[in-house]
Nanobody, 115 residues
């Protein structure tokens, strides 16, 4: 059974930082492209960051330079370091694992940026 379990969300002030983690089980983690997505109320889910099996990364302009995705294949875990957080970053953040036609999602973790 595939499980993706996110953690690390919470309430943070503007300009602050958070580090999200996603622990995966039930998959051959090292071959999967891992991604972080977010969804704010009333909006579509959007890609925040992704990291391929070769370590190459991709970010949209909205988070480039502020967010960093990394992975630890020995622990089957992907991380998202978020710095300089803004209120517009407030959303539920989801972990995704993708390989060929396979795609799995976690339940998400809430990130709220507010003073």
């Amino acid at each position: 059974q595939v499980q993706l379990v996110e953690s690390g969300g919470g309430l943070v002030q503007p300009g602050g930082s958070l580090r999200l983690s996603c622990a995966a089980s039930g998959i051959t983690f090292k071959v999967y492209t891992m991604g972080w997505y977010r969804q704010a109320p009333g909006k579509q889910r959007e890609l925040v960051a992704s990291i391929r099996s070769d370590g190459s990364t991709n970010y949209p302009d909205s988070v480039k330079g502020r967010f960093t995705i990394s992975r630890d294949n020995t622990k089957n875990t992907v991380f998202l370091q978020m710095n300089s957080l803004k209120p517009v970053d407030t959303a539920r953040y989801f972990c995704n694992a993708a390989f060929s036609t396979l795609s799995y999602w976690g339940q998400g973790t809430q990130v709220t940026v507010s003073s």
